[in-house]
């Protein structure tokens, strides 16, 4: 996991940001509309995963304390 900061105009945002491996435990994917042309995917962390939110195109402009980024590219 990594912790990247991104600037949105001239606010400073700080992101968690998890890049994507088959390895990578994801639950509740089924349950959400398919992602096309996404490259981001919104989770908080489970007991022993992490539980699919929303799907992104662009890195959003804010996230609660307890989500994370998954990234696809």
Excluded at 17 to 39: D, F, H, M, R
Excluded at 51 to 63: F, T, V, Y
């Amino acid at each position: 996991m990594s912790n990247d900061i991104y600037f949105r105009g001239s606010r400073e945002v700080f992101l968690r940001i998890i890049k994507y491996s088959p390895e990578l435990k994801i639950t509740n994917l089924e349950q959400l509309p398919a992602g096309k042309g996404c490259k981001y995917l919104i989770v908080i962390e489970g007991i022993d995963c992490y539980i699919a939110k929303s799907w992104k195109r662009n890195i959003p402009e804010k996230l609660l304390k307890t989500e994370f980024l998954v990234s696809f590219s």
